[in-house]
């Protein structure tokens, strides 16, 4: 069993920066892919970027490529999602899910965060 809680999220300008956190319960946190989704009001969740394990492989929907940088630090149970360069339409709600399964790009993972709102204004 995997606990993930997410802070970070907050009131941003266009163009400016965020770091999420997503913090892990559960010794196994290590082995598990990460992944950080996204859900802006009326629109389905999104992947946005998924790390593995070992942090050795990353993936990024194309919208984020290049603004986002997903990572983790396994020895403090914690991974994070630095947003730069952030745009009006990055706002929505940011949730933090882990699997134990390799994921990179798949929607299903098995444990999610409660959430974390960012708002991205003009």
Do not use: H
Not at 26 to 50: D, I
Not at 60 to 68: I, L, P
Not at 84 to 111: F, I, Q
């Amino acid at each position: 069993q995997v606990q993930l809680v997410e802070s970070g999220g907050g009131l941003v300008q266009a163009g400016g920066s965020l770091r999420l956190s997503c913090a892990a319960s559960g010794r196994t946190f290590s082995s598990y892919t990460m992944g950080w989704f996204r859900q802006a009001p009326g629109k389905e969740r999104e992947l946005v970027a998924a790390i593995k394990w070992s942090g050795s492989s990353t993936y990024y929907a194309d919208s984020v490529k290049g603004r986002f940088t997903i990572s983790r630090d396994n020895a403090k149970n914690t991974g994070y999602l630095q947003m730069n360069s952030l745009k009006l339409e990055d706002t929505g709600v940011y949730y933090c899910a882990a699997d134990p399964r390799y994921r990179l790009g798949s929607p299903d993972y098995e444990y999610w965060g409660q959430g974390t709102q960012v708002t991205v204004s003009s």
